[in-house]
């Protein structure tokens, strides 16, 4: 009932910035919880950066200070990278949370994923 897309992503030097994109449609009107996630290689996925409808945000220590999680609108969402490292490198997935709280049901949506890529 949710699509998500995402958009940016690609090579970035260290040190510099970049700005992931999430653009949801369908039933987005019990959208509770926006954020990121991403996977290394090798690794499992972990999260990145989370933010509710309240504003209440929540991150990873790895990111603190230098991403930024925001909500744009009713349907976009964007993460702002900044000071970007090679552990940075991952596919990194938008996603959203959906609440029908009257059933007590929560489900997740999921983006397609774009690859960051920092170099060493």
């Known amino acids: 009932q949710v699509q998500l897309v995402e958009f940016g992503g690609g090579l970035v030097q260290p040190g510099e910035s970049a700005r992931l994109s999430c653009a949801a449609s369908?039933?987005?009107?019990?959208?509770?919880?926006m954020g990121w996630y991403r996977q290394a290689q090798g690794k499992q996925r972990e999260l990145v950066a989370e933010?509710?409808?309240?504003?209440?945000t929540n991150y990873a220590d790895s990111v603190k200070g230098r991403f930024t999680v925001s909500r744009d609108n009713a349907a976009t969402f964007s993460l702002q990278m900044n000071s970007l490292k090679p552990d940075d490198t991952a596919v990194y997935y938008c996603y959203v949370q959906t609440r029908v709280v009257a059933l007590n049901k929560k489900y997740d949506y999921w983006g397609q994923g774009t690859r960051v890529t920092v170099p060493s």
């Open positions: 369908g039933s987005i009107f019990s959208i509770a919880v």
């Open positions: 933010i509710a409808t309240g504003g209440t």
